[in-house]
């Protein structure tokens, strides 16, 4: 607003706007709003909790109605509840969930999966991906040219492959992978394999914002030491001059977590992803920035991708095997 309208002084969210926008109407009005859990990535974006607060302050003689699984953890981390709303009509429609993913047709369950990870929540996180094991695969490696060979290998005629990355993974760099480099998305996303600048060459990386709201079919992430495992818990970096600063503001650290849901739920087939090996004589890359992160996905189910020339027996998972779940049967696929 303040870039291409002239209002620097603007301060509504976006719901908000839209809401005070469309309330302008005298007669009836209706807003079908599609809301996706976890995807605020910005300054602006505030999720459910912004629609349930701009009608709570400005709009409280609209009727409301919701899907009945908003205070799942899997899209709200059960911190929306409409119910508070009691100046309006609030009904709860189970038709108004849209149950089936259109983006990863081959694992509904994706998203359960990747929730789980990013709370620390390996056990259930290994139990969510074993679920979808059979037809879409998810594996980690320190090689990013071995990534880039499996990529290769899955992605069949016309079906895209890209890198994806944190818009705050400045330290990808040593790797060859630039977050910052300037490019344009129509060509990353349109552009035919021979050409350089296209999703299939593997060079150009695309970021949370460019790749929100869009896929490929089979996706490579790039994951950095602003998002790091560390002692138990996930620790929030940003890469600031020459040094990382931990983020302490509880809206940056959702952002950055919910960059690294947006990257990790982009690909429709598969996703492979790479963790650097750190450099001990780089202080801004040290191992244990990246080993926390590597073995924390293991303990999440993520097969490395080294396994896949091993026999499936000898890959063992130890939270499937506490969960009693046939890993000799799930790990022949």
Request: proline content about 5%; glycine content about 6%; overall charge negative.
């Amino acid at each position: 607003m303040s870039r291409k309208r002239g209002r620097p002084n603007f301060a509504q969210s976006e719901p908000a706007f839209l809401n005070d926008y469309v309330n302008r109407h005298d007669d009836w009005c209706v807003i079908v709003a599609l809301i996706g859990g976890g995807q605020e990535i910005n300054s602006g974006e505030i999720g459910l909790t912004g629609w349930r607060d701009a009608i709570r302050e400005q709009h409280q003689d609209w009727d409301i109605y919701v899907s009945d699984r908003l205070a799942d953890p899997e899209y709200a981390s059960g911190e929306v509840d409409f119910e508070s709303l009691s100046n309006q009509v609030v009904q709860f429609e189970p038709d108004l969930h849209l149950s089936t993913s259109m983006r990863s047709f081959r694992a509904e369950s994706m998203s359960g999966f990747v929730h789980y990870l990013l709370e620390g929540d390996s056990e259930t996180a290994a139990i969510r991906l074993a679920q979808i094991r059979e037809t879409y695969p998810v594996r980690v490696t320190r090689d990013l040219a071995e990534a880039k060979k499996w990529l290769s290998k899955q992605a069949r005629g016309n079906e895209t492959k890209g890198i994806v990355a944190s818009s705050g993974g400045i330290r990808l760099k040593p790797s060859g992978i630039f977050v910052k480099s300037d490019h344009t998305p129509t060509n990353w996303f349109l552009n035919p394999p021979s050409d350089v600048r296209s999703c299939h060459f593997l060079e150009e990386v695309a970021t949370e914002f460019e790749i929100q709201g869009l896929e490929v079919d089979w996706s490579l992430v790039a994951w950095d030491a602003d998002y790091r495992f560390i002692s138990g818990h996930f620790q929030h970096w940003d890469f600031r001059g020459t040094k990382w600063q931990m983020r302490k503001a509880i809206a940056e650290k959702k952002y950055l977590q919910n960059a690294y849901r947006v990257l990790l739920t982009r690909a429709r087939q598969g996703v492979v992803i790479f963790v650097p090996n750190g450099n001990p004589e780089d202080p801004t890359r040290p191992r244990e920035f990246y080993d926390g992160t590597y073995e924390y996905l293991l303990t999440c189910g993520v097969e490395p991708l080294e396994s896949d020339a091993l026999d499936a027996n000898e890959i063992r998972i130890p939270h499937l095997e506490k969960a009693g779940w046939d890993q000799s049967v799930l790990l022949q696929v």
